[in-house]
């Protein structure tokens, strides 16, 4: 058992490449071998949201702060606020992050396959972000 204490962890930006905004990340666990799946704390400023991007093994967020929107590719934005918690499938096109007007906290849990939790697509453009169809 090891006990990763809060604020073990320096917090970081997440880098332009794959977010617009400002969006910070503030590691929770790491796995350990054969454990795969890492914990992390992300907070978006508003506005601010990943990329598209895919997971190889999926991916759950747990919303725990403020309003945000998800989306995956071919659905409608989605609002989620706290207490919510969003499965993607594995390989299913999406992005996350925070309303226009309000910041979104999320702990993400995500798997590894092969050294590989994320694959990295497009920015979400603004017209795709303020689409509300
Ligand atoms: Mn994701």
């Not at 350990?32 to 601010?48: D, K, L, Q, Y």
């Not at 998800?70 to 606020?81: A, F, K, M, S």
């Not at 007007?101 to 017209?127: C, N, P, R, Y």
Request: proline share 6%; hydrophobic share 35%.
């Amino acid at each position: 058992m090891k006990i990763a204490k809060a604020g073990s962890s320096a917090s970081s930006w997440a880098p332009a490449e794959n977010f617009t905004g400002r969006v910070r990340r503030d590691p929770l666990v790491a796995p350990e071998s054969p454990g795969r799946a890492v914990a992390g704390c992300v907070t978006f400023e508003p506005g601010a949201r990943t990329a598209w991007h895919t997971h190889p093994a999926g991916q759950i967020l747990i919303i725990t702060a403020g309003k945000g929107w998800v989306q995956r590719e071919g659905g409608p934005r989605e609002e989620v606020t706290p207490g919510d918690s969003v499965w993607f499938d594995a390989n299913e096109k999406h992005w996350h992050g925070a309303t226009d007007k309000t910041a979104m906290t999320h702990i993400a849990v995500t798997e590894f396959i092969e050294g590989e939790a994320a694959d990295w697509l497009e920015h979400v453009s603004d017209a795709d972000y303020d689409y509300n169809g």
